[in-house]
C-alpha cells in the first residue's frame, strides 16, 4: 500500500472495472464509529473487503483502511474553519458515477451515516438514480464518548431519557428550529453535536430557558482516540474553562446529572499508554498486529517502517530452490525471524513440496513470535531458546550440533553471530538467503514534523539496523539526534548497543525482547 496526500492507491486501481462497463454497482454507506479503529462492525469489516473504492470522510481513522484492497480517497466534506472541500452534492455525484461504472464502492463515514451524518442525502441521491445500496449503521459518537469519557447517559438512578441534538444551528437565529425551552425541561440527558464554537452561546440559552446554572456539563474533545479530552463543569463555568483549555472539535457537549458519573466510570484515559503516539519502524505489512496492541492499550500507532521485505532476484531463487532438494540432508533448519519462515515455505510450495520435504530435520528458531508462525505451516520448534537472540539460540544448539548440517533460513543481511558460534562447536553451517531486506530511504513528511515538534511520543527500534538507519535519516532531516524530545524504545540489548552508538538515547529497553515487551517497557518507562 502506498500513500500521496489524501489518496491511497493500490495495485487494485488496476483490476477496476472499465469506466465503460455497462453492469451497475453498487454503494455501501458504512458507519466507520467514533474513532477508534476496534469500533467498526463486523459487517462494515465485510464490506470493505469486498470494495473497489472507498471514499472515506475526514473523521474516519485512516487505520480502518487496512480492511481494504480498494481504491481510497479522502473525501472531506468541511473543513475546521466552514468553507467546503468537497460539497455534498459533489460526492453524491461521484457515488453514483463510480456505481454506474460498475464498481463496488463503500462510502466510509465517521459515527453512524444518518445521525448528523448526512447518509441519507447520499442514499436518496442513490435511489433516485436507480442504484442498489446497503446501509450498514454504526457507532454514533455520542454513544462512543459516553461511555469513553465514562458518563452512562440512561442510568436508572439518574435519567430514563437522552436527546442528541445539533448544536451547529446557531441558537440566537430567530426563528430557531430547536425549542430551547423544550430542552431545558427536557427530564434526561443532552448530547449536542458539532457545538464546541456555540457552547457560550448553548449553555446560556439552556440557562435562560430555565435549566439551572449549577448542571453538571461536558465537553468531550476527539472522543476514543488516545487524544481524547474531557472537560467537566457546570453550564454556568463550562464555557470559559474550554475557552482557556484551548479545546479543538470534534467534539460533543454533554448536559446532565450522568457527567457527575466520571469520577468512578473512567476506564479509558486509565489505559497505560493512553496519550501516547508510538512509532512503529517494522514492515508496514507486518505492523498490524502492533498496532492492534497500541491501540488496545489506549495509544497512538504511528506507520514509520524503516526496512522493506523484498522477494530474492530469480539467480537466487535457482539457489534456494537447489537447497530445497536437498532438505534431507540437514540435522537442523534454523529460523530467526518470522519473515525467514514465511519466505521459506513460500519457496517450499513454489517447488511443489511441503512440509514432509524436512524429513528428519530438527527445528530450531529466535523467538515466540517465530515459533508461533512455524505453528501456522503444522510445526513444532523442536529449540526455542530462553532470551530471543542470536547469541541464546546458538549456546543452545552447540550440544546438539557437532559434526552436524545446519541451514539457515535467513534474510540478505544480518549478524554473523549464529553462524560463527556454530561453527566453533563444530557444526557444518549453511546459510540459505530466502529474503531481501532493504532499507527505506526516507522518512514520511509527517512523522517528521511531529518529531520536529515533539508530538511523536516514542519510537520502537527492533534491530541494529533499524535502530542505525532510524539515526541515519533523523540526521539527514537536520533533526538532533540526540536532543529530540522523541523517546526512544528498543527490543534487547544489542539493538540498544547499536542505537547509543548512532548517537540516540535509549529510553527504556525490553525485558522480553519482543514487540509486546517493547511496548511493555514504554509503559513502565512514561
Given amino acids: 500500500m502506498t500513500r500521496t496526500g489524501d489518496v491511497v492507491t493500490q495495485s487494485a486501481k488496476d483490476n477496476l472495472p472499465d469506466s465503460n462497463q455497462q453492469a451497475a454497482g453498487s454503494v455501501w454507506l458504512v458507519g466507520a464509529g467514533p474513532g477508534d479503529p476496534g469500533l467498526i462492525t463486523v ?107 465514562g458518563f452512562s447517559y440512561t442510568h436508572r438512578d439518574i435519567s430514563s431519557a437522552v436527546a442528541f441534538v445539533t448544536g451547529h444551528e446557531d441558537p440566537t437565529r430567530s426563528p430557531g428550529r430547536l425549542d430551547y425551552a423544550a430542552l431545558a425541561r427536557f427530564p434526561g440527558t443532552l448530547v449536542f453535536y458539532m457545538g464546541l464554537s456555540r457552547l457560550k452561546e448553548i449553555c446560556s440559552q439552556l440557562i435562560c430557558h430555565g435549566m439551572a446554572s449549577a448542571t453538571p456539563a461536558a465537553v468531550v474533545c476527539q472522543a476514543t482516540l488516545p487524544s481524547q479530552k474531557v472537560l467537566d463543569g457546570t453550564l454556568a463555568s463550562l464555557p470559559d474553562k474550554a475557552e482557556e483549555s484551548g479545546l479543538r472539535p470534534p467534539s460533543l457537549i454533554v448536559v446532565g446529572e450522568c457527567v457527575t458519573q466520571r469520577e468512578h466510570l473512567t476506564w479509558f484515559e486509565k489505559l497505560p499508554l493512553f496519550g501516547q503516539s508510538i512509532g512503529i519502524t517494522r514492515p508496514e505489512e507486518q505492523a498490524d498486529t502492533v498496532a492492534d496492541q497500541i491501540v488496545r492499550m489506549g495509544g497512538e500507532p504511528v506507520m514509520m517502517p524503516m526496512i522493506e521485505i523484498q522477494p530474492v532476484d530469480n539467480a537466487q531463487s535457482s539457489v534456494i530452490r537447489a537447497a530445497l532438494q536437498r532438505l534431507s540432508e540437514f540435522d537442523w533448519i534454523i529460523w530467526t525471524s518470522v519473515n525467514g519462515v514465511d519466505e521459506f515455505f513460500r519457496h517450499l510450495n513454489a517447488a511443489g513440496l511441503d512440509s514432509r520435504a524436512l524429513g528428519r ?166
Fill in 43 to 149: 459487517r462494515g469489516i465485510e464490506v470493505l473487503a469486498q470494495a473497489d473504492l472507498v471514499l472515506y470522510d475526514g473523521l474516519v481513522n485512516p487505520l480502518l483502511l487496512r480492511h481494504t484492497k480498494a481504491v481510497c480517497e479522502r473525501t472531506a466534506r468541511a473543513r475546521r474553519d466552514g468553507s467546503a472541500i468537497v460539497p455534498q452534492e459533489e460526492i453524491n455525484r461521484r457515488l453514483v458515477e463510480e456505481a454506474r461504472a460498475g464498481r463496488k464502492v463503500v462510502r466510509l463515514k465517521g459515527g453512524d451515516p444518518y445521525i448528523f451524518g448526512r447518509g441519507s442525502e447520499e442514499a436518496a441521491a442513490l435511489e433516485a438514480a436507480g442504484i442498489p445500496f446497503e446501509v450498514v449503521p454504526g457507532i454514533t459518537a455520542a454513544a462512543g464518548a459516553g461511555e469513553y469519557a
Fill in 361 to 526: 530435520s530438527r527445528l530450531a528458531v529466535i523467538g515466540s513470535s517465530t515459533a508461533d508462525r512455524l505453528r501456522n505451516y503444522g510445526l513444532i520448534a523442536d529449540l526455542v531458546p530462553d532470551q530471543f537472540r542470536a547469541e541464546a539460540l546458538a549456546d543452545g544448539l552447540a550440544p546438539h550440533v557437532n559434526g552436524r548440517k545446519v541451514l539457515w533460513a535467513r534474510a540478505s543481511r544480518g549478524r554473523d553471530v549464529l553462524p560463527d558460534r556454530l561453527a566453533r562447536a563444530g557444526a557444518h553451517v549453511e546459510q540459505l538467503v530466502v529474503y531481501q531486506n532493504r532499507d527505506c530511504d526516507t522518512l514520511n513528511a509527517d512523522v517528521l514534523h511531529r518529531i520536529q515538534a515533539g508530538t511523536l511520543h516514542w519510537v520502537g527500534l527492533s534491530s541494529p539496523s533499524i535502530a542505525r538507519q532510524f539515526s541515519v535519516l533523523l540526521t539527514n532531516a537536520g533533526i538532533d539526534v540526540a536532543t529530540m524530545s522523541t523517546k526512544v524504545a528498543t527490543i534487547s540489548p544489542v539493538t540498544s548497543e547499536a542505537a547509543r552508538a548512532a548517537g540516540l538515547v535509549v529510553h527504556a529497553e525490553a525485558k522480553k525482547y519482543t514487540w509486546p515487551g517493547l511496548l511493555q517497557a514504554m509503559c513502565f518507562s512514561k
